[in-house]
């Protein structure tokens, strides 16, 4: 369902956790960011991983497969066919871990190619290109680490007042010097979105899951949690931002 939130569940707000970029929008809600700063961040984050995207013809695969899937095998075998066709230093890596089964593998655009070619040696049962540039989330995108990391060197950080999760490792910020860190790593590793929705909900037998709020256009990440833990989800609530702004202008 769609709902507005109050100010006693943000009060109220023990975690937060956002997707690739939305990792900035959980550290301004967190308070660890201001908003001006990490919209700049943002913005130099956006505007050096399309130049890096424009050196390589690359993108990403969504692929869901069978228990049986290997998907690291299937790279591996991806980047042997690109080195057949002249590919230097071909990439082919897990870029997004979203839930069992699921995995975004990005890298050049020949491996993927292969991949869709041979979904079925793989035991892959649904593939699709992304709509996007790049290989976000590999060694691709290396050469946007360092304009990335110039800003946030430049930006305070604070502790998050409450617990913010890292796409990184999935595991909880610890201090700013940590997040600035992570931030940059995160570029080029992919994003543990699965393990992230184990850390969060993890808790003892018996114990009753928290309220979760998706905020934004989309559900999404509501659809994710619903494959990671049926259970967290059935307290999950999607929050459209713009037409909640709308409803108020009215």
């Known amino acids: 369902p769609r709902v507005s939130v109050s100010v006693q569940v943000v009060e109220s707000c023990v ?5 690739s970029v939305g990792e900035f929008a959980a550290l301004v809600f967190a308070g660890a960011l201001g908003f001006a700063e990490a919209l700049y961040a943002v913005k130099v984050r956006a505007e050096a991983m399309q130049k890096a995207s424009e050196t390589v013809p690359s993108g990403m695969l ?5 228990r049986e899937a290997n998907y690291k095998f299937a790279c591996l075998e991806a980047r042997k066919h690109c080195e057949s066709l002249g590919v230097e230093n071909p990439v082919c890596e897990i870029s997004n871990y979203l839930f069992p089964d699921s995995r975004v593998i990005a890298g050049h655009i020949q491996a993927l190619e292969f991949l869709q070619e041979n979904a079925r040696k793989y035991y892959f049962t649904h593939t ?8 976000f989330h590999t060694r691709l995108m290396e050469p946007a680490v360092e304009p990335l990391a110039e800003v946030l060197k430049s930006i305070e950080i604070q502790k998050p007042l409450v ?3 890292s796409n990184v490792d999935g595991k909880k910020y610890m201090h700013a010097k940590h997040i600035q860190k992570l931030l940059v ?16 909900y993890e808790r003892k037998q018996g114990t009753e899951f928290p309220y979760t709020y998706e905020v934004g256009p989309g559900k999404q990440l ?3 949690l619903k494959k990671c833990n049926l259970k967290a989800w059935k307290q999950y609530y999607h929050v459209d931002a713009l037409e909640d702004e709308e409803a108020a202008e009215i």
């Open 15 to 19: 975690a937060a956790a956002g997707y």
């Open 163 to 165: 617990c913010v999760y």
């Open 185 to 200: 790593k995160q570029v080029v590793s992919p994003v543990m979105w699965e393990q992230t929705m184990h850390s969060v």
């Open 222 to 224: 509501g659809a994710i």
């Open 62 to 66: 969504s692929v869901v497969g069978r």
């Open 128 to 135: 699709k290109m992304l709509p996007v540039s790049g290989a």
